[in-house]
């Protein structure tokens, strides 16, 4: 089974640009969500995704959007970037509702942002 | 809130010796608890977790962990290590009453480096 599919790896953008990441989740699992990874703050959570719902989101302004889609594919778009936005980002899929299902992630995408 | 503490930065342990990566959570209900690890330009992989039952869990590559609620601990362990051990470790929480909801905390991480 493939795993977690994000795309691009790598980008630079430049200060109040747009980028849009994306995310494939593996095949049959339907939530999906987002993580910042920084050196100083480490990994934080940015929202998730389930049958196209968002149903929990996390404490990033609102330059920071997301969607799913119906075959559970996602995007991530971030609006007006700032120098701070750079990052890893990675997308994590799960299988169910199942509080207890593991987090499979993708090898995310690194943003730099000058 | 829920939260996780990771109190190591750095664990360097020698090739073979016995290993622990330290974590101590706190959540208000009972807790779910994972261990990842992320290799240099990798996502995290899925190393083992703790849901219910026996208190220690046994996980991918040789690796345990000991649940212990008094504590708040879920110490993450390894018997022997090895050189491609050497990685950055994160402990994570699922708080129970986050009920159909996915989102995980994570603790800082710990970087582990086993020497030859």
């Known amino acids: 089974k493939a795993g977690v599919t994000q795309t691009p790896r790598y980008l630079i953008k430049t200060r109040g640009q747009q980028v849009t990441l994306s995310c494939s989740p593996i095949?049959?699992?339907?939530?999906v969500s987002w993580y910042q990874q920084t050196p100083g703050q480490g990994l934080q959570f940015l929202f998730e995704y389930f049958s196209e719902t968002q149903r929990n989101k996390g404490n990033f302004p609102g330059r920071f959007s997301g969607r799913q889609f119906s075959n559970s594919r996602s995007e991530m778009n971030v609006s007006t970037l700032e120098l701070g936005d750079s990052a890893l980002y990675l997308c994590?899929?799960?299988?169910?509702?199942?509080?207890?299902?593991?987090?499979?992630f993708g090898p995310g995408t690194r943003l730099t942002v000058l | 809130a829920q939260s996780v503490a990771q109190p190591e930065d750095q664990v360097n342990v020698a090739e073979g010796n016995p290993l622990t990566v330290k974590c101590t959570y706190s959540?208000?209900?009972?807790?779910?608890l994972f261990w990842y690890v992320q290799y240099p330009n990798r996502g995290l992989q899925f190393l083992l977790k703790?849901?219910?039952?026996?208190?220690l869990v046994k996980g991918s590559y040789g690796f345990e962990a000991e649940f212990n609620k008094s504590q708040t601990s879920f110490h993450l362990k390894k018997p022997s290590a090895l050189v491609s051990d050497s990685a950055l470790y994160f402990c994570a929480v699922r708080d129970m009453r986050g009920a159909g909801s996915y989102q995980l905390t994570f603790g800082k991480g710990t970087k582990l480096s086993v020497i030859p």
């Open positions: 095949s049959g699992h339907r939530s």
């Open positions: 959540v208000s209900g009972n807790p779910y």
């Open positions: 994590a899929s799960s299988l169910g509702l199942a509080e207890h299902n593991e987090q499979f």
């Open positions: 703790y849901i219910t039952g026996d208190n």
